[in-house]
C-alpha cells in the first residue's frame, strides 16, 4: 500500500492545493488537488463530509452567544442551520432575535426571524426554523 502514498504524495506535489474554485490550464472550474468539478464533481459522501465540517464550524462560533448553552437541542439545530446558511456576520444582523434568545422568549425569536429579508429569500425554509423555535419540534 505504500504506492498509493507514494501517488498521494506526487498528486498533491504537481498538482498543488488550492482551496477555492478556478480555471485550470484548459479553462475547466477544478477545487483542491485539481479536482474537476464539471465532468466529476463531487459525490454525497464527500458533501456530507464537508457538511458535517461546516457543522462543526458553525457550532463553535455558536458558542460565542452565551445563551446558546441553555438552548434545546431543536433550537440550537435551528441556528447552526442558520449559521451554516449565512455566516457569522449576517447571523449577527438578527439582534432582536438574539435578544428574544437571551430572554428566552422563544415565540418573539420566530417573529424576529420572519421579520427579516432573509425569511423572503429563504421562503419555506424560514417559516420551518422559525416553527421549530417557537415549537421546540422538529
Known sequence: MQYKKQALDLLQEHE????????????I??????????SRGISEPEASYLLSNDIA????????YPYYWNLSGERKAVLIDMMVNMGPTRLAGFKKMHAALE???????????????????????????SGVMHDNKI
Open 103 to 129: 430572554a428566552r422568549n422563544y415565540e418573539l425569536a420566530a417573529l424576529e426571524m420572519m421579520d427579516s429579508k432573509w425569511s423572503t429569500q429563504v421562503g419555506q425554509r424560514a417559516l420551518t426554523l
Open 29 to 38: 472550474q477544478t477545487i483542491g488537488y485539481g479536482r474537476n468539478l464539471e
Open 57 to 64: 464550524e458553525a457550532e463553535e462560533m455558536l458558542h460565542h
Open 16 to 27: 498543488g492545493f488550492r482551496q477555492f474554485p478556478y480555471l485550470d490550464s484548459l479553462g
